[in-house]
């Protein structure tokens, strides 16, 4: 892909919950990781996938399409009123923005042009070049860290976890604005040793608190949509209240876990 052009598989307006106010969220294609409860599978994919139609079975249609610079820059000022209004913004996410980093860097350029608060959704694992320049380019950086244990990281994501590390200890030394995030996933890492076991790898990096996004299932069409198995099947949804105790467990480490 060229830094002119990205590969984007949704332009989501009006979201509320991918850094402050009222944002529109832009999906990129592609992603270093595999994990197992992804609710985006057709994002780790650069390439455009088909999926089959939910309306006419038979016929398939592209799960994304490119777009330039300017057609996203220009989709998102449609919404500045509601950015100024709401302290709201532009986000990247995906996938994983940093896969596609040459047309993400100039997106945010552009965006930042305009005066508009950006932010970025990542997993961390880019290289520290790449991460580093995007990092001075985005107001936060709200970063998923998915295992503390190397060896549970590659079994349920296929990659280890020494590079988001590495790149989220130089954003918390950097002193920008951080977020943290933990996806709580049945049987991977929702145990009291893991809510503990986090704490102990999070502290040290000046991380003092964290956001629970507890387990769905609102992907899980998507794998049916793309033909592909899921790992996740049949796995009960978490809710706030399943994680009383793991939440105590961080507050007694010296983490303030909230969903």
Sequence with gaps: MSEDVGRVFDIQKFCLHDGPGIRTVVFLKGCPMGCAW????????????????????????????????????????????????SGGGVT?????AMVQHRFSIRLLRAL??????????????ASEPIFGRILGLVDLLI?????????????????????????LSAAMAAGGDVLVRIPVIPGVNNSIEDAVEFSRLLLPRGVREVQLLPFHQYG???????????RMA????????????????????????YV
């Design 38 to 85: 992804c609710s985006n599978p057709g994002s780790r994919k650069l390439e455009v996938l088909q999926i089959r139609s939910t309306e006419l079975p038979g016929l398939t249609a592209p799960d994304s399409r490119d777009y330039t610079v300017d057609e996203v820059v220009q989709t998102c000022l449609q919404d500045v009123a509601f950015y100024e209004e």
């Design 92 to 96: 990247l996410s995906g996938g994983e």
């Design 112 to 125: 930042k042009d305009h005066g508009l608060h950006t932010a970025i959704e990542t997993t961390g694992y």
């Design 143 to 167: 970063m998923d860290v998915k295992h503390w244990d190397p060896a549970k990281h590659r079994e349920w994501t296929t990659v280890g976890n020494e590079l988001p590390l590495t790149n």
């Design 220 to 230: 899980e069409r998507k794998y049916d949509l793309l033909g592909w198995d899921y």
């Design 234 to 257: 049949g796995v009960p949804a978490l809710h706030e209240e399943d994680l009383v105790d793991y939440i105590a467990a961080f507050a007694e480490n010296g983490v303030r876990a």
